[in-house]
Each structure stands twice: as C-alpha cells, then as structure tokens.
Nanobody, 111 residues
Framework: QVTFVESGGGLVKPGGSLTLSCTPS????????VGWHRQAPGKMRELVAI??????NYANSVEGRFTISRDGARNTIYLQMNNLTPDDTGVYYC??????WGQGTRVTVSA
C-alpha cells in the first residue's frame, strides 16, 4: 500500500508563503498523478491542486496563488503557496489514485 509523507506546514501570517512537499512510501511509487488535498476545520476534504503527467490543475480558490510541481529525480511533489489567507488554513494531504491517506501537514494562516 502506497502512502505519502507530507511536510512543510506551519504557522504563517496572511499574505505569507509556504512550500509543502510530499514523498511516497515506498519511495519508488508512481507519482505521475498526484493531488494535494486540504481539510479545513469543520469542512470536507477538498482537492486544491493536481498534477497529471506534468499538467497542473487547480481549484478556483487557489488558482494564481498555488503552484504544484514534481521533481522526478527526487520523486517528490511540491505545493508552493503564496499570498495565503486564513481560508487556506487546514491539514494538507498528498494522494495518488491508488494510495491511502497519510498524516498530512498542518497549515495555519493567522495574524
């Protein structure tokens, strides 16, 4: 069973930036289709960004602020998040179509 290990979360002020990363376990797992999901407090988990064979797509709420990328050599997926707002607060997860959910990494945007 493939899972992802997410990292890079933390506390940031509104307008700030963070870069999240995730790597698969086992490390050789396929990462050509991977999505970043987030679960805000009291809300359903939602897909915010996905990369499909190098082609990114974004939820409307993050379009223009978030960038998903993949480092094939490191087999790592990144989520660059800019101009963060309190609405971006939540636990962020990586997931491929056949993987299970990991522990996620918490992002808190607060003054």
């Amino acid at each position: 069973q493939v899972t992802f290990v997410e990292s890079g979360g933390g506390l940031v002020k509104p307008g700030g930036s963070l870069t999240l990363s995730c790597t698969p376990s086992p490390s050789s797992a396929n990462t050509k289709v991977v999505g970043w999901h987030r679960q805000a407090p009291g809300k359903m988990r939602e897909l915010v960004a996905i990369t499909v064979a190098g082609v990114p797509n974004y939820a409307n709420s993050v379009e223009g602020r978030f960038t998903i990328s993949r480092d094939g050599a490191r087999n790592t997926i990144y989520l660059q998040m800019n101009n963060l707002t309190p609405d971006d607060t939540g636990v962020y997860y990586c997931k491929a179509p056949s993987s299970s959910w990991g522990q996620g990494t918490r992002v808190t945007v607060s003054a």
